[in-house]
């Protein structure tokens, strides 16, 4: 059973154009979503993460968006460029568990010149 | 800071042979963990460790071993390789405590079981 559901899979940007990746989640418990961002033939980073005391979260070009009642919650990235084209993970877990993070499937994004 | 690592790169066995993959951090980082990636399911965890000498199952643990004697290091052991191991493996650490569960990925092992 996949507790946290992402889309789409995959997503084609134009440069300067706004990315959309959505997550939704199932276990109330969650109380941490991050997302990660991982290059080919690299571990994923963190890119951005945030607890559901706030609906907005914004860090440069990347913003994620929250909502808790629909347990949702998207990245936004603004202006895409070509060095943004990337694999994103959305994740979440819940506070005590020490390092159970559930993942997401993944989103391929891919930013056209 | 070499972070955390893991060795080797890239690794090809045959079904029903074993290996230990190695992960190391230097962070002194309590907690460590084992994902695999497979294409279209994310990352999974297999095992993950509090400490020294405390280890627990995660999501997908069947066929692997870990153990954890010290802080900077947690191997993964595979007894019996089979073909439904094939995957990249990553080792993550990250401080208990703290507000942030922001974890720190090692750059993978690629496995392949024949």
């Known amino acids: 059973q996949q507790q946290v559901k992402q889309s789409p899979q995959s997503l084609i940007v134009q440069k300067g154009g706004i990315s959309i990746i959505n997550c939704a989640y199932e276990?109330?418990?969650?109380?941490?979503f991050p997302w990660y961002q991982q290059f080919p033939g690299k571990g994923p980073a963190l890119l951005i993460a945030?607890?559901?005391?706030?609906s907005e979260k914004k860090e440069g070009r990347f913003t994620i968006s929250f909502n808790k009642s629909a347990k949702q919650f998207s990245l936004h990235i603004m202006d895409s460029q070509p060095g943004d084209s990337a694999t994103y993970f959305c994740a979440a877990t819940r506070g005590g568990t020490a390092s159970k993070l559930t993942f997401g499937t993944g989103t391929r994004l891919q930013v056209t010149l | 800071n070499a972070g955390v690592t893991q060795t080797p790169k890239f690794q090809v066995l045959k079904t029903g042979q074993s290996m230990t993959l190695q992960c190391a951090q230097d962070m002194n980082h309590e907690y460590m963990s084992w994902y695999r990636q497979d294409p279209g399911m994310g990352l999974r965890l297999i095992h993950y460790?509090?400490?020294?000498?405390?280890?627990d199952q995660g999501e997908v643990p069947n066929g692997y071993n870990v153990s954890r004697s010290t802080t900077e290091d947690f191997p993964l052991r595979l007894l019996s390789a089979a073909p439904s191991q094939t995957s990249v493996y990553f080792c993550?650490?990250?401080?208990?405590?703290?507000?942030?569960?922001?974890?720190?990925f090692g750059p993978g092992t690629r496995l392949t079981v024949l």
């Open positions: 993550a650490s990250r401080p208990a405590g703290g507000r942030t569960d922001t974890q720190y």
């Open positions: 945030i607890r559901p005391d706030v």
């Open positions: 276990n109330t418990a969650f109380d941490y």
């Open positions: 460790s509090v400490g020294a000498g405390i280890t």
